[in-house]
C-alpha cells in the first residue's frame, strides 16, 4: 500500500531564512507520481510540483527547489529566502500508476509559519 | 480560466440534519474528484468520477453519504443524517485525463460544522 509520511508538523522560520519540508513515501510500483501542493489559509490546495519516479533531476522554480531521491525514496522541498507570504500548510502527494484511477494519497502536511 | 468552484464556502448544521455541497470543475475536465479533509490531516477521496460514472467510490460512507454527476459537469455531495465525526473540509478536485499522473486542481473547499 502506498503510504507519505511528512514527519515535520510545524516549522517557524524568520523571514529570509531558508526552510526545508521533507517528504517520505512507501509504494511497490515501479512507476508512480509525486506532487507537493500549498494550502494557504484560504483552504484551497495550489497545485506546485508534479514528478514522475523516472525523473530524478531536481527542480528549481523561482525560490521553490525540489529535490528528488529514489535510493532514499524522498522528495523535499526547499524555500528559499522565504517570505511572510509562503506561511502555508504544504502537502505532499503520491500517486501509483497501477493503483485505480489518478488517487492522491496525501502525507499529513507540514504548517509553515514565516515570521516577519 | 476559472477555477474550480465550489459551494457554500462554511455550512453549520445541527447533527441528524441533511447537507449537500456543490461543485463545478474545471472547463473540460472529465475527471472529478471528492475529498474529506479533518483537521491536521491530508485530504483523503471519497469519490472518484469519469463523466457521470462513480469509478471508485471505495471510500464513500454509503450509509448517509451519496453524490451524483449528472451530465457530467457539476457535482453534489449529499450527507444524509449528519453526524458530529462529519465535521471537515469537503475538497473537490478536478483533472483533465483519469490515469495516475494527471495534475488534480483542487477548489477552496466547504468547510462544515456539524453540532
Known amino acids: 500500500a502506498q503510504k507519505v509520511t511528512q514527519a515535520q508538523t510545524e516549522i517557524s522560520v524568520v523571514e529570509k531564512e531558508d526552510v526545508t519540508l521533507d517528504c517520505v513515501y512507501e509504494t511497490r510500483d515501479t512507476t508512480y507520481y509525486l506532487f507537493w501542493y500549498k494550502q494557504p489559509p484560504s483552504g484551497e490546495l495550489v497545485f506546485l510540483i508534479r514528478r514522475n519516479s523516472f525523473d530524478e533531476q531536481n527542480e528549481i522554480s523561482g525560490r521553490y527547489s525540489w529535490n528528488f531521491q529514489k535510493s532514499t525514496s524522498s522528495f523535499n522541498f526547499t524555500i528559499t529566502a522565504s517570505q511572510v507570504v509562503d506561511s502555508a500548510v504544504y502537502f505532499c502527494a503520491l500517486s501509483e500508476v497501477k493503483a485505480a484511477g489518478n488517487k492522491l494519497t496525501f502525507g499529513g502536511g507540514t504548517r509553515v509559519l514565516v515570521k516577519p | 480560466e476559472a477555477g474550480v468552484v465550489q459551494s457554500p464556502r462554511y455550512k453549520i448544521i445541527e447533527k441528524k440534519q441533511p447537507v449537500a455541497f456543490w461543485c463545478n470543475p474545471i472547463?473540460?475536465?472529465?475527471?472529478l474528484y471528492w475529498y474529506r479533509q479533518n483537521l491536521g490531516q491530508g485530504p483523503e477521496l471519497l469519490i472518484r468520477?469519469?463523466?457521470?460514472?462513480?469509478?471508485?467510490d471505495s471510500q464513500l460512507p454509503k450509509d448517509r453519504f451519496s453524490a451524483e454527476r449528472l451530465k457530467g459537469v457539476d457535482s453534489t455531495l449529499k450527507i444524509q443524517p449528519a453526524e458530529l465525526g462529519d465535521s471537515a473540509v469537503y475538497l473537490c478536485a478536478s483533472s483533465l485525463v483519469p490515469v495516475s499522473g494527471g495534475t488534480q486542481y483542487f477548489g477552496p473547499g466547504t468547510r462544515l460544522l456539524v453540532l
Open positions: 468520477y469519469e463523466n457521470e460514472e462513480a469509478v471508485d
Open positions: 472547463s473540460g475536465h472529465n475527471t
